[in-house]
């Protein structure tokens, strides 16, 4: 039998295409391109974690990385 979730109804993140490995760890790639200078400042489009709370806590860090490069 197989272990596999799902992601549910509300596990989504805007912006961020979210995916489920065979071995169960989340994934999150940003749909659009972060800005250059967002990449510079260490802004990462993918991200992993165990849980949908750690990758959502990931995204946040890549979105703040590029709201400072930004500013």
């Keep these: 039998m197989e272990n596999a979730r799902a992601i549910l109804p509300g596990q989504t ?3 961020w295409r979210l995916i489920i490995s065979d071995a169960g ?3 999150a ?7 250059v ?9 993918a991200v992993d974690a165990d849980t949908f709370a750690e990758v959502q806590v990931a995204v946040e860090r890549q979105e ?5 490069a930004a500013s």
Excluded: M, N, T
Excluded at 29 to 34: E, G, L, M
Excluded at 37 to 45: K, R
């Design 13 to 15: 993140i805007p912006g």
């Design 25 to 27: 760890r989340f994934w």
């Design 37 to 45: 200078e967002a990449l510079w400042a260490g802004a990462d489009p």
């Design 64 to 68: 703040e990385i590029a709201r400072q």
């Design 29 to 35: 790639r940003r749909q659009s391109p972060f800005p």
